[in-house]
């Protein structure tokens, strides 16, 4: 079965037990609880996504160098993917031997990474709502953070945020796991770079 955005954000709600109230039914109806969980989805979901280095959220970008000069110590500065949450690594080599980086914000307002490898690869977490790939651990997950995010201002209390955290750290665990379960993207290598250049 298809996971939409809509059956998360119902779970949420379930899991406060807001059970008897009606279901939203699209994501952008105006409603009393969907605008109230339009308001905290955001946040609450990229915060999911950079607590973990998911495989299903795992992915890699040639960087594109920035205009402006790189910071002294770093011989290159390269501009950070549009959906990325969270840098990881630079994808050369084994992860037990990690090339430095540094992430920043450029006086105009760029924000960047610093290294000092030429040709970057970056391997990073990214924005993604396609839930029917995140695994059903993950997406249980994530609906009892929302569910905890959301629990103060439907029920007027902490009681309720409070009772749900704990399942959530169990649920949280349980998709950890199962991420590293999944095969993850193949990770390029250096003589990969060195043959592309010839």
Not at 46 to 54: E, G, I, K, Q
Not at 149 to 164: M, Q, V
């Amino acid at each position: 079965m298809a996971i939409s955005k809509v059956d998360v954000w119902n779970q949420a709600l379930a899991t406060i037990g807001q059970v008897t109230r009606s279901k939203i039914e699209t994501p952008d109806e105006n409603t009393p609880d969907a605008n109230t969980i339009r308001a905290f989805y955001p946040i609450a979901l990229d915060a999911f996504l950079d607590s973990h280095h998911w495989a299903w959220a795992t992915k890699y970008a040639t960087l594109s160098q920035d205009s402006a000069d790189p910071v002294d110590g770093w011989a290159f500065s390269y501009k950070l993917p549009a959906d990325i949450i969270a840098p990881r690594r630079i994808a050369i080599g084994s992860p037990d031997d990690p090339v430095e980086f540094i992430t920043a914000i450029t006086a105009g307002g760029v924000p960047v990474i610093y290294t000092s490898w030429a040709e970057a690869v970056l391997e990073y977490t990214a924005r993604t709502e396609d839930f029917n790939s995140w695994g059903p651990m993950a997406v249980r997950a994530f609906s009892y953070y929302l569910g905890m995010e959301i629990a103060t201002t439907f029920t007027g209390g902490r009681s309720k945020a409070a009772s749900i955290r704990a399942v959530y750290f169990q649920a949280l665990e349980d998709a950890r796991l199962a991420s590293h379960e999944m095969v993850t993207p193949r990770v390029p290598t250096e003589n990969i770079f060195t043959d592309a250049r010839g």
